[in-house]
Each structure stands twice: as C-alpha cells, then as structure tokens.
C-alpha cells in the first residue's frame, strides 16, 4: 500500500509541476501586453485591479501559493482516496466470504433435498419467496414454486401441488422435493390427446372413474397414458392440504398448461419410493374433490374421492374398507375425511397417489397420515388430530399460518417419509 501512495504522490507532483511551469511561460509572454492595455478597455477587471501595482510579483507569488497548496491537497486526496480503497477491499474480502457462505449453505440445502423451496406458493426471500423458493428468495425461497414469496422477490415456485410447482400444502400449497427426487407428479387431461386433438369425453364421473382405473390397472403403462394429453411440467409432492375453495383452474395453471387445458376432467399423478419414519403399521386419512387414490406397493389402501372410485366398474365388490368413516371437522362444506385401511412397511416403499377434478369449479382436500402405535391429541368427537402425510417440511409452517389449516387442526411437525432418489 505504501508503494502505491509513494508512486501516485510522485506522479501528481510530476503532472502539477509541469501544468504550473507551463502557466508561468504563458504568463512571462503574455502579461506584458496585457498590461500595457489602457484600463476600461476590453471586458473584464484590469490586473491591477486585482492584484495592485505589483502585480508581476503577486501574481508569481499567487501561482507559487496555490502550486504548494494543490499539491500538498492532492496527496491527501490520493491518500485518503487510497485509505477508502483498503476499506472497500476490505469490505469486499468480508462481502465475498458471506458469499461464499450463503453459496455453501444454498449448496447442503440442495443436498439434503430442502432444495428449492418452493412453497407451493413460494418462500424464501430472495431466492424465491416463495412460498421460496423462492426462484423463491432465491431464487425466490422462494427458486421457490408462482408463489407470493416471502423473502426479497416474489417467489418462482409454484403452490398448490408441488415443487417447482403444486407441492401441495399451505394456503396454496407447498412444494418439495426436486432433483429426481420426492414423488413426481405428472398433469394428465382426458379431453384431448398429446397433440392436444379433442377427444370424446363427456365429463361424466363414470367416464372419468373408467378412465383412471384404466391408467391404474395397467400400472401407469405408457401404451395407455399416451392416450392423453399430458404435461411437460412435472412437480415434486411435498405435502397435501389446499383448501375447498380453490378453483379447478390451478390445476392446469401450477402444470403452466392453463391456456391448453379446460379447468376440468383432468388428473394428477404422484409416484415415487419413500422410506417410513419408522417400521410399523399406518394407515391414510383424507378427502379430496374430486378424487383421492392412494396406494403402497401397487395396492389400493385409502379412497378418500367424492364418490368410491378405486376399482368401481371394474367387477366385483367394492373393498369398504378404503372408505371408512372418519369424522372430525368438514373438508369440503360437510364432507368429512374418510380412513383408509391399515398397512405395514418397514423399509423403502412405493407410493401412488392420484387427485383430480371431474366437472369443474372448485377443488381442494388434504392427506393425512396416521401410526398405529402413535400418540394424538383428540377433539371432542373423538377423532385423533393426525399429521399430514410429508415428504418434505417445506411448507409447514405457511400451512400451520392457513385459516383453513388452523380451523381443521392438524398435528405439528408431521413425521417425514423420506425420497429415495431415482434411479
């Protein structure tokens, strides 16, 4: 630093000496004639006027005064400007090392898949918000999925039913997951094909239920789903609760399909394989308008849908026990959660889960997850106070700020099904 300063303070001195040797030239040719000029001829004050009768001498002693002066000001400005310098440089060594911190910690983020926190509707502030995000705060919070983040910006991550998109939870859902992992959710509409050609569908709920049974008992084979259209924007579950009174157009809308996709008769559809918080017996409780499937390992264990819809039409009877009555506060007007049928598992576990909307308007619902062995406080039916079924804490604490959330009450902290990467 002190080298610098000598050098710069040498070259100021160098430039001034030579600016004020060429003044002093300037003024032994010109003030003479200058001098000799009668007064009061030309515009301006004569020299005498300003400097006196002697106004050779002063005007040498005036340039030598202001020479020492600017000199001795130009290197303290250079000093001081150099003094900033070191501080700025300072400042940026502490600025790059927050940097890098906040990048590390965005990086583990990723790693332990609290990723994107996309809210569902986006959080985070400045990656995303979110809530998220969200990009959310980040990117948003939230790289958050377009939810209103709550972080710096408004969040990219979108909310009702997953990560980068809808991950359902919150207000507006929450998202989860991301990088190959969590349960990937895919859009499916039944009214057209890929090429988006119009299909003959009526809209009824037979013709809805059949179709999905379809897609169900081939196990999702790509010789049937390729009947209809389908998305390029996949989401990542996270959590489920969107409350009754959204409209059926978020669907399309957290897929980015709202301007090719009618705001009914579609169909979303979650898979992937989770490992359980602990090994035992559990069992699904939830409702959904219009449709709630669940199933673990290929096997149908909760029908939470408006009507039965798991196998119906298919022949047989219908397997009551993935529609038990549950009770407890309404999910959608009166309708209550039903309780699917009880189910062990003890390492990694395959999980499907299907929602959708039949006729259109509104949608909304939530799942829950309950453990045989677990400990729950109770309302005053009786009913257990569960948790919602979770792959990610993302989202859980804009879902626990959510009227409907708080009117229904669920259990804090749900117990986390944790992704298995893809493969």
């Excluded at 990009?135 to 991550?157: E, N, R, W, Y």
């Excluded at 789903?225 to 399309?252: F, H, V």
């Excluded at 045989?372 to 990610?392: K, M, N, V």
């Amino acid at each position: 630093m002190q080298i610098l300063q000598d050098r710069v303070g040498f070259l100021s001195t160098f430039y001034s000496f030579l600016f004020h040797t060429t003044l002093l030239v300037l003024a032994a040719i010109f003030l003479p004639a200058i001098a000799d000029r009668p007064a009061g001829e030309g515009s301006g004050p004569s020299l005498e006027s300003l400097f006196g009768d002697d106004y050779g001498t002063n005007v040498s002693v005036e340039l030598t005064k202001f020479d020492n002066e600017s000199l001795g000001e130009a290197d303290s400005n250079v000093s001081e400007q150099l003094a900033d310098a070191a501080n700025s440089m300072v400042d940026a060594d502490a600025a790059a090392s927050a940097i890098a911190k906040d990048s590390a910690d965005l990086a583990s983020g990723f790693s332990d898949d609290k990723g994107i926190q996309a809210l569902v509707s986006g959080a985070g502030g400045g990656m995303g918000g979110g809530s998220a995000f969200g990009i959310g705060p980040m990117i948003g919070s939230g790289l958050a999925l377009s939810g209103t983040g709550t972080g710096g910006s408004t969040g990219k991550g979108k909310g009702l039913f997953g990560s980068s998109s809808m991950g359902m939870g919150g207000s507006s859902g929450s998202g989860g997951g991301g990088g190959g992992r969590g349960l990937l959710g895919s859009f499916y509409d039944f009214k057209q094909d890929r090429k988006q050609n119009k299909l003959n569908y009526g809209g009824s709920f037979e013709e809805y239920i059949r179709n999905v049974n379809s897609m169900v008992a081939s196990d999702f084979a790509e010789t049937i789903t390729s009947r209809y259209y389908k998305a390029d924007t996949q989401l990542s579950y996270s959590q489920l609760m969107i409350p009754a009174n959204t409209s059926a157009n978020e669907g399309p809308a957290e897929f980015d399909v709202a301007g090719k996709v009618e705001p009914r008769g579609w169909m979303v559809h979650f898979s992937g394989t989770v490992i359980p918080p602990a090994a035992g017996e559990y069992r699904f409780v939830g409702f959904f308008d219009d449709m709630l499937l669940v199933y673990v390992n290929k096997q149908p264990v909760l029908d939470g849908s408006w009507v039965p819809m798991c196998n119906v039409g298919t022949g047989g009877s219908y397997d009551q026990s993935l529609r038990q009555d549950f009770g407890g506060p309404g999910v959608s007007g009166n309708r209550t959660a039903y309780a699917g049928k009880w189910f062990g598992v003890k390492g990694p576990t395959r999980i499907d889960i299907l929602i959708g909307e039949t006729p259109g308007g509104l949608v909304g619902g939530l799942l829950m997850c309950q453990s045989r062995t677990g400990q729950y406080e109770t309302r005053s039916d009786g009913t257990p106070i569960l948790p919602l079924f979770a792959t990610s804490t993302s989202g859980s604490t804009r879902i626990r700020q959510d009227p409907f959330a708080q009117a229904y009450r669920l259990a804090p902290k749900p117990p986390i099904w944790k992704p298995v990467a893809a493969k």
